[in-house]
Structures are given as structure tokens and as C-alpha cells.
């Protein structure tokens, strides 16, 4: 079936660290992977995404990691900073039956940054 | 550059009862997306909209249904409610239905069935 899921509800770091939010997906023939951050009251907000033809995209302060052969996404937030604390989601595209419009969501990771 | 607008912000419904609930895209933007985010199930898609048809649908029933205007604002109605449709509905925008068009989200609306 479709699904995306996380491995940890909530990470807790250090003001300063780094961060690794992981997420496995299942359809192995996903297309696009997108990465959102919701604060409280408000809507997701986009970060970063990647193509399944890559398995490496930087941003600033953020790096998106895909492993194909493992059906593994991760996001790595440098120097975490107070206003970094979030739920964070990955979502995935499938394009094999043409434009559905549809992202699938993961559960969602809790990212708390302690001062 | 004004965001995707959903009003209302909060909407308090009794079971049998209708919502609808409204959704401005950003200027420019033809794509609207709905999703439900139920507490412990995370974002589900519910409709898509572009240039004023329906071209998906998810997994709900027909009790939910939508539309889009001229302007590509949407609506969209829940019939028949019941207390399982208590979640936030969000409204994204997409310009124009492109694989890799990014989809902008608003703040959604807080509907609560009684």
C-alpha cells in the first residue's frame, strides 16, 4: 500500500547540533520527495525537496538524503537553532500513473531544540 | 505576496450538520489541494482542483465534495457530518499542475463536530 513513515515521533537536541530526521517509504517507484515543517497553527511549510534521480540536495543550513536501494529519506538540519522546533513531514510523489496531484504524507516527527 | 487564505479559522459543527469550508489560492496559482489532518493520522489528500475541474479524488466518501470558481478559489463541503471528521482542513496552491509544481499551504481550518 502507499505509506511513508518515520522512525522516531520526537527528537529532542541541543540548541547548536546538528539534526537527522529519518523517514522510510514503501513505493519503491516514487518519483519526487518533499520535505514540510508545521509550526504550531499553521500550515506545512516546504523546505527542501529531491528527485529520485538524485541522492543528495543542499539548502541552506539543510541537507536532504535519498537511499533508493533502502527506500530511506533523511533530513539534516546544521547548527539547530530554537526557531528550528516543529513537526517535521516527509511526503513523496508517484508519477507512474500520470499527475494525481497527491502527496503522501508520513506521521510526522516532533523536533524539539532545547537552549 | 499574499499566501494561501482559508477562512473560517475555527468552525464548530453538531453531528448531520453541513461545513463548508473556503479556500483562497495565491494570486496567479490555477491548482488547489485539500488535505485532512486528523490528530494521529497525519495529512491526508482529499481533492484536487485545477483550472475549475475535479482531477483527483482520495479515499473519502462521496459525503465529501468540493468545488472551483472562476477565480480558483474552492470550497469545500462536508455533508452529513460526522464526529470522525473533526480535524484541520488545509488548502494548498499550486501554480499550475506541473509534476513538480511545489504546493503552498495555508493555515487551515479547525472544524470540531459535537
Known amino acids: 500500500g502507499e505509506s511513508v513513515g518515520l522512525h522516531l515521533p520526537t527528537l529532542s537536541v541541543q540548541e547548536g547540533d546538528n539534526s537527522i530526521i529519518n523517514c522510510a517509504y514503501s513505493?519503491?517507484?516514487?518519483?519526487?520527495f518533499i520535505w514540510y515543517k508545521q509550526e504550531s497553527g499553521k500550515g506545512p511549510q516546504f523546505i527542501i525537496d529531491?528527485?529520485?534521480?538524485?541522492d543528495k540536495r543542499q539548502g541552506q543550513r539543510v541537507t536532504v538524503l535519498l537511499n533508493k536501494t533502502v527506500k530511506h529519506l533523511s533530513l539534516q538540519i546544521a547548527a539547530t537553532q530554537p526557531g528550528d522546533s516543529a513537526v517535521y513531514f516527509c511526503?513523496?510523489?508517484?508519477f507512474g500513473s500520470g499527475n494525481t496531484g497527491k502527496l503522501i504524507f508520513g506521521q510526522g516527527t516532533t523536533l524539539q531544540v532545547k537552549p | 505576496e499574499a499566501g494561501v487564505t482559508q477562512s473560517p479559522t475555527h468552525l464548530i459543527k453538531t453531528r448531520g450538520q453541513q461545513a463548508t469550508l473556503r479556500c483562497s489560492p495565491i494570486?496567479?496559482?490555477?491548482?488547489v489541494y485539500w488535505y485532512q489532518q486528523a490528530l494521529g493520522l497525519g495529512l491526508q489528500f482529499l481533492l484536487w482542483?485545477?483550472?475549475?475541474?475535479?482531477?483527483n479524488r482520495g479515499n473519502f466518501p462521496p459525503r465529501f465534495s468540493g468545488r472551483q470558481f472562476p477565480n480558483y478559489s474552492s470550497e469545500l463541503n462536508v455533508n452529513a457530518l460526522e464526529l470522525e471528521d473533526s480535524a484541520l482542513y488545509l488548502c494548498?496552491?499550486?501554480?499550475?499542475?506541473?509534476?513538480?509544481?511545489?504546493?503552498?499551504f495555508g493555515p487551515g481550518t479547525r472544524l470540531t463536530v459535537l
Open positions: 494548498a496552491s499550486s501554480l499550475g499542475s506541473g509534476h513538480y509544481n511545489e504546493q503552498f
Open positions: 513505493n519503491s517507484a516514487s518519483d519526487y
Open positions: 529531491i528527485r529520485s534521480n538524485m
Open positions: 511526503a513523496e510523489r508517484n
Open positions: 494570486s496567479g496559482h490555477t491548482s
Open positions: 482542483y485545477d483550472e475549475g475541474e475535479e482531477r
